[in-house]
Every structure is written in structure tokens, then in C-alpha cells.
């Protein structure tokens, strides 16, 4: 992929200018199957592959001021807190291997989906932040799931709308029913998936359907 990405609405960013400026740093995930962006400890974008240039010529995720920027404010400062405890000793000790930590975000398109944060190595501070593709429930899974939790057909297919980005309001209108209906499933939801909150039982369902 040659092709050089400028968004300036969205702090200047330009993939083919980073890549020169940062000697490839990601040369060997070049063609890598998920996007990967090289990261300092505060968010600034060093270097990143072919897929983390689409990701961000889609607005899956952006670049401000040349760091990434998830969706929002709150979101930033989730990811930054992740990525200050991947760099910071652990009771004041190092770890003898490399750390990651796996979570799930919306992105700047309102879809949801897995992230891993890897610190690159034990003695320094930059990170290696991927995200895996749409999420997607595939026929086979949802059946899954679904058995595993004795879903009703109704409960099922709120499932998948939560797992594609949707919000109670957004499901109530997807689905053509009315939203105190969408709380009353979703309360059975949570107690069939032993889980207490929204968000809870989307990361649950994500985990099991990635």
C-alpha cells in the first residue's frame, strides 16, 4: 500500500511521511492481518502498518496533534490510563516478559471492537496497540451462545445489535419495538449471563462471539 493518507481535519496526519520519518519501524507487520500502530506512552502515533493506515483513512480511529484519538474524551483517557499502567513497574519491580491488556472500544464509526495493548518491550516505553476486525456474529457462534444461556429468539437478536455498536435507544428503534421492551429483555439478559450492566454483558457477549 503506497498511497498517502492526509487528513488534515483530523490533525495532519500522513502515513507515507511517518513511515519515512520513523525508518519502518513496523517493517516485518507491514502486511500483518490487523491493523498495529506503534505507540509512545502518551498516545503519539510513531509508526503503523498497512490495515492501521486504512483504519484510519476510514475513521475507524483518529490521529489529533499526532496522537490517536478514540471516539472521545473519556475513551482517550481510558486507553491512556491503560497504556501508563502497561509501562509502569509493577510494586516497583519489572516484569521479565512483555504485558498486554485486552479491551473493547466504539470507534469514531460507532462500532465496537477489540483492542490489545502490548507493551513492545520490558525496557522501554513505546506500545503495540492492535485491532482485530468487525466484530461479527456468525450464525454458528450466536446458536452457541444462545444454547449457552437458554436466549429466546427475541433476546438473541439484541444481542447481535449490541455487538455491532447499537445502544438501548438505537436497538428500540432497529428492532421496531419499544424501548421499556428493550430494558425488559435486556434485564433477562443479564440475569441469564450472571452479569449487571449494559456494558458488562456486551463485553461478555463480545468475548464469546470474537
Given amino acids: 500500500m503506497t ?3 492526509t487528513l488534515p481535519y483530523r490533525g495532519g496526519y500522513s502515513s507515507k511521511g511517518l ?3 520513523q525508518h519502518s519501524q513496523l517493517a516485518s507487520l507491514k502486511h500483518y492481518p490487523q491493523a498495529i500502530f506503534l505507540l ?3 498516545m503519539t502515533l510513531l509508526d503503523t502498518n498497512d490495515l492501521g493506515e486504512e483504519a484510519i483513512a476510514h475513521q475507524w480511529i483518529g490521529v489529533i496533534h499526532g496522537k490517536l484519538h478514540f471516539n472521545n474524551s473519556e475513551n482517550n483517557a481510558y486507553v491512556k490510563c491503560i497504556a501508563q499502567r502497561l509501562c509502569a513497574p509493577l ?3 519489572e516484569l521479565s516478559g512483555p504485558r498486554s491488556e485486552r479491551f473493547i472500544l466504539r470507534n469514531l464509526d460507532m462500532v465496537c471492537r477489540p483492542y490489545t495493548m502490548t507493551r513492545e518491550s520490558n525496557d522501554g516505553d513505546n506500545l503495540l496497540l492492535s485491532i482485530q476486525a468487525d466484530i461479527t456474529c456468525c450464525d454458528r457462534k450466536m446458536e452457541c451462545l444462545s444454547r449457552a444461556f437458554s ?3 427475541s433476546e438473541a ?3 447481535k445489535m449490541m455487538v455491532t ?3 438501548p435507544k438505537e436497538i428500540a428503534y432497529e428492532a421496531g419495538i419499544s424501548l421499556n421492551t428493550v430494558r425488559s429483555h435486556l434485564r ?3 440475569a441469564k449471563m450472571h452479569v449487571n450492566s449494559y456494558n458488562d454483558a456486551l463485553t461478555y457477549a463480545i468475548k464469546l462471539l470474537v
Fill in 165 to 167: 455498536g447499537l445502544k
Fill in 157 to 159: 437478536r439484541i444481542v
Fill in 188 to 190: 433477562t439478559l443479564y
Fill in 3 to 5: 498511497t498517502t493518507m
Fill in 19 to 21: 513511515a519515512a520519518q
Fill in 40 to 42: 509512545s506512552r502518551d
Fill in 91 to 93: 510494586g516497583g519491580v
Fill in 151 to 153: 436466549l429466546t429468539t
